[in-house]
């Protein structure tokens, strides 16, 4: 079970009324990239900003989900444990990586998570992100050497 890191950056141009960008921890990504993960890999958000932001997810046309019965929480409330279902991790405090990570899941109805982040008010921004899910691949039934 690999873990992966999407960082938050700061947007000099506030293109789009975008704070800030996602972009995989990866070489060679580009912002508004979608993070390719399996079911039960680990991701987390790397925050290097001044200011605190929170992933939530949405649907595909950028609508809000509720989790744990609430859209979005009041800001910064942690849930407590467990996690409700699709719940992605805390406030991501400036400066700082998100706590805890969260556990991929495969989503009920196609392979891609859907996400936006809220503000330190609970206010969510323009800026959206995706996690394409692939499912943990069956393993082989090998015969072992000499059978």
Partial sequence: MP???????????QIAGRPVLLVPDLVDALPGDPLQVQEDDLVSWN????QPYQPWPT????????VGGKT???APQPFPQPFPTLFLTNMVRPNRSSSPAYDVVMP???NVIFYCLIDANGNPTQVRGQIIVSAIPAALNVPSIGS
């Fill in 47 to 50: 925050n290097e900003t001044g």
């Fill in 59 to 66: 649907d595909a046309l950028g609508k809000l989900r509720p």
């Fill in 72 to 74: 979005p929480p009041p």
């Fill in 3 to 13: 873990d992966w890191s999407i960082r938050i950056i700061p947007n000099p141009s």
């Fill in 108 to 110: 009920q109805t196609g």
